[in-house]
């Protein structure tokens, strides 16, 4: 009885024995199982973020003089020495208002031209005192004129290559890299508007997890709208199979856009503006008081007939009584109906009448898609009317009408705004109404696809940016993107299955060694 018992405590401890070296065996299993998850995962991180490259300290810079109808303004921007050619990583660090008219009045105000050339030497002083005197000679520096040069080139030639020789040899003489002064063509300036739309947005790239520029996944571009002075501009992606002169194919970082741009000149909002004038003064038989449904009751203002009628946009305008001198007084009359037929008038909206991607002017257009971003001339019409972060159209209408009903004194006092410019944004309102929904072709249902802004990230929307870029090359056709060795979504799946995997063999290793010590 005692030999079986005996036997008995002894196989028991022999198969205690086993099941102890079992379970010794499982847990060094399950621990050697989980480090290798570990050393997995560590090793699919190494693979993935190897070639990463980190961002020097040191920066580069580039100078654009925006040489606009009215003013023109000077941008610096910066960006990282050794991410020139692959990144989006370009931002503003200063901007400079050159005081006085654009570049296009010089030589008609001697004494205006000397202190608007006072004011751009000013400024380009304070480019230099923003960049290391050891980069000035390494800096680019370029200008682009636009649609006020674009209309003086047309008047007269010689003027304007007079104009653009003293800019090119003025800039020349500084301690920069000076590359080119040019007009630029409306549809370019349309062209580099959407650039730097986009740019901005990250639609071109962004950083992923990993600090790694890629192309943004699914990533769609945003339309641009431009209101300068003397032009405007509408550019957006479209259709591969649209077709014309109006379409412009472009290759960014290894991506085909198919681009559709256009500018309409003489339709910027001074030149406009002037037209408007120009037909009332034509109706008139009394200049000496003018009746303006546009301009606000109880304001008035004199101007000089050539100042109506001196620009290539309103000289088909001119009447038989035009003499270059004589004085035209109008007077506002805060009528709002009236103020909106007249700003259609200058529109050519019959020519387009039944025809299929239309328009104004006769001009073609495909139809309207995605998101847009309305800036310049644009914005600040919505912000006058404090609409700039609204989506609707009915309160756009309400705001302007509420706008061009009040008297000048109304609107002085409820407005913190120059007189030169409040008493224009009732016109400018219906302008911008006008060009959106009766020539863009925008309604009631896209109109919330449209946001007003003046920039993005502290840098300022304008057509400057996309241009630099293009000129410097920064933006190549053939991306040159970090190509990860493992796609995203291959990655984040082997990362979730190993994690997975190792918290479950660390969970089954502290329960087994809580059943072996208790």
Same mark, same amino acid.
């Given at each position: ?15 205690? @024995?086993?099941?102890? @070296? ?54 610096l921007y910066e960006w990282p020495a050794e991410k020139e050619n692959n990144t ?61 040069? @674009? ?34 063509? %409306? ?14 947005? %990250? ?32 550019? =957006? ?37 002037? @037209? ?21 009751? %109880? ?30 007084? =109008? ?22 009448? %039944?025809?299929?991607n239309c328009s104004f002017d006769g001009v073609y257009q495909p139809p309207l898609?995605?998101? =847009? ?68 072709? =925008? ?76």
């Amino acid at each position: 009885m005692i030999n079986k018992e005996s036997q008995s405590s002894d196989h028991l401890t022999a198969a205690s @024995r086993r099941g102890v @070296r079992m379970a010794k065996v499982a847990v060094a299993l399950a621990a050697a199982f989980m480090l290798a998850s570990i050393a997995v995962i560590i090793s699919i991180a190494v693979v993935q973020t190897h070639k990463k490259t980190y961002i020097s300290r040191g920066l580069k810079y580039g100078i654009v003089l925006d040489a606009g109808s009215s003013r023109t303004t000077v941008y610096l921007y910066e960006w990282p020495a050794e991410k020139e050619n692959n990144t989006g990583v370009v931002s503003q660090t200063t901007k400079c208002q050159v005081k006085g008219p654009g570049i296009s009045d010089f030589g008609v105000d001697e004494e205006q031209d000397k202190k608007t050339w006072q004011s751009l030497k000013f400024c380009m002083t304070v480019m230099s005192k923003a960049i290391p005197s050891h980069q000035h000679n390494s800096t680019p520096v370029f200008l682009g004129a636009t649609a006020g040069m @674009r209309l003086l080139h047309m008047k007269n030639e010689e003027t304007s290559n007079t104009v653009l020789n003293d800019m090119k040899n003025y800039l020349s003489s500084l301690p920069f890299n000076f590359q080119n002064a040019s007009i630029i063509s %409306g549809q370019e300036e349309g062209l580099y508007g959407w650039i730097t739309v986009n740019y901005l947005m %990250g639609n071109f790239l962004e950083k992923n997890l990993w600090n790694a520029w890629v192309h943004p996944h699914g990533a769609e571009t945003v339309g641009s709208l431009d209101l300068g002075g003397a032009s405007t501009q509408i550019a =957006f992606a479209t259709s591969d199979d649209a077709k014309g002169e109006d379409i412009i194919k472009v290759s960014l970082y290894g991506y085909e856009y198919n681009i559709y741009t256009h500018s309409f000149l003489c339709y910027g909002k001074n030149e406009a503006e002037k @037209r408007v004038l120009a037909k009332l003064s034509k109706q008139s038989t009394n200049w000496a008081s003018v009746t303006h449904p546009c301009y606000p009751s %109880g304001y008035n203002i004199s101007m000089l007939a050539e100042d109506v009628f001196g620009s290539e946009c309103t000289k088909k305008e001119v009447p038989s009584r035009y003499s270059p001198k004589r004085n035209i007084t =109008f007077f506002g009359q805060s009528n709002p109906e009236q103020c909106k037929a007249l700003v259609r008038s200058v529109f050519d909206l019959t020519s387009c009448q %039944g025809a299929e991607n239309c328009s104004f002017d006769g001009v073609y257009q495909p139809p309207l898609s995605g998101d =847009f971003m309305a800036y310049a001339g644009f914005y600040w019409t919505a912000w006058a009317l404090k609409v700039e972060g609204s989506k609707s159209m009915e309160t756009f209408n309400m705001n302007m009408n509420l706008f061009c009903s009040k008297d000048w004194k109304s609107l002085k006092k409820s407005n913190n705004i120059s007189d030169i410019h409040l008493k224009s944004y009732c016109y400018s309102a219906n302008y911008v109404h006008t060009i959106l929904a009766d020539g863009y072709k =925008f309604n009631t249902d896209n109109w919330k696809n449209l946001n007003f802004q003046k920039e993005v990230n502290k840098t300022s929307i304008a057509w400057s940016l996309g241009y630099m870029l293009a000129l410097s090359n920064m933006i190549p056709a053939e991306g040159k993107i970090i190509k990860l060795p493992i796609n995203n979504v291959l990655f984040t799946g082997l990362l979730l299955l190993f994690s997975a995997l190792t918290i479950i063999t660390l969970t089954y290793l502290v329960i087994a060694l809580v059943r072996f010590c208790y």
